[in-house]
């Protein structure tokens, strides 16, 4: 079994930081690639970032400029810092891992940012 957890969320005001952080554990996939999403209320489970095991970055166009994937192999973790944050991107943020070709998502954390 492949479990993630994530860290780092919380109460930021507009224009401020956060990075959020994923560990995963169990029988990790080197090959491997993570992602972060997130999920708004009200709204659909939106893709934010993604990285491959080798390090190729892709965002969404609403966070491209402000946030940053990035990843430690050795740790299995995955990192998400964000900055100018706006209200829109108030939302539950998730990662997920492809292992072995199955998808596993973490519990998510809240971060919410205040106008």
């Known amino acids: 079994q492949v479990q993630l957890v994530e860290s780092g969320g919380g109460l930021v005001q507009a224009g401020g930081s956060l990075r959020l952080s994923c560990a995963a554990s169990?029988?990790?996939?080197?090959?491997?690639?993570m992602a972060w999403y997130r999920q708004a209320p009200g709204k659909q489970r939106e893709l934010v970032a993604t990285i491959t095991s080798g390090g190729t970055t892709n965002y969404a166009d609403s966070v491209k400029g402000r946030s940053t994937i990035s990843r430690d192999n050795a740790k299995n973790t995955v990192y998400l810092q964000m900055n100018s944050l706006k209200p829109e991107d108030t939302a539950v943020y998730y990662c997920k891992i492809n292992n072995w070709g199955q998808d596993y998502w973490g519990q998510g954390t809240q971060v919410t940012v205040s106008s």
């Open positions: 169990g029988r990790i996939c080197r090959m491997n690639a």
